[in-house]
């Protein structure tokens, strides 16, 4: 059984830092990873998608990065602003029949003026 | 343009109801699905469905009931509601089942 976690669960820096949120997952035989955004009493927003063939992913200020061996992926936020607030999941998928996406519990950022 | 939408936004009523929410997604997508989000924030699939057919049936209990007229919509029964029902429940779809998911804002359930 797929587990997935990431740790802190929470996280508090000043605005301007860059930082990397971690997530680790216990099955390597993954399909894709996906990161998300949920910002407080809304739905989920899709950050970033990497298949199991990539490395990484990149969009703006965000670099994802994947490392099925090790069972890890982290996100990388550069020069965080206090808008980029907000949890943070890491999700994947075990290969096999009916995969589905198994999320990790997520990491509260705040990001201080 | 709403990608992935759900009717209602919130929803409160009384433990032993029955209750649908409804999501629409105009993606186009094959694959739609239904998730738990609890007090805790734990996100937890609860039921897939690709080309109208259940896929993932997480053992949930049989209160919950499923339904996709088409490939665009996706419902969710909920007969007897309990207490232990309230939660955010979000909807979802995707290309496959194995492709990027886009989710719907959510539907906060609260049963009293």
């Known amino acids: 059984k797929q587990e997935v976690t990431q740790i802190p669960a929470a996280l508090s820096v000043p605005e301007g830092e860059n930082l990397v949120l971690n997530c680790s997952f216990t099955d390597s035989a993954i399909y894709n990873l996906q990161w998300f955004r949920q910002d407080p009493g809304k739905g989920l927003t899709s950050l970033l998608l990497?298949?199991?063939?990539?490395r990484e992913q990149t969009s703006g200020r965000l670099n994802a990065s994947l490392d099925k061996s090790s069972g890890r992926s982290t996100l990388y936020i550069a020069a965080s602003q206090p808008g980029d607030s907000a949890t943070y999941l890491c999700a994947d998928w075990v290969t096999g029949a009916n995969s589905k996406l198994t999320f990790g519990k997520g990491i509260t950022l705040s990001v201080r003026p | 343009d709403t990608a992935v939408s759900q009717t209602p936004k919130y929803l409160v009523t009384q433990m032993g109801n029955d209750k649908s929410i409804k999501c629409e997604q105009n993606l186009g997508h094959d694959t739609m699905y239904w998730y738990k989000q609890d007090s805790k924030k734990f996100l937890k699939i609860m039921f897939s469905?690709?080309?109208?057919?259940?896929?993932i049936n997480e053992t949930v209990p049989n209160r919950f009931s499923p339904k996709s007229p088409d490939k665009a919509h996706l419902n969710l029964h909920i007969n007897s509601l309990e207490l232990g029902d309230s939660a955010v429940y979000f909807c979802?779809?995707?290309?496959?089942?194995?492709?990027?998911?886009?989710f719907g804002p959510g539907t906060r359930l609260t049963v009293t």
């Open positions: 990497i298949q199991s063939s990539q």
């Open positions: 979802a779809s995707s290309l496959s089942n194995v492709a990027e998911q886009y």
């Open positions: 469905y690709n080309n109208k057919e259940l896929i």
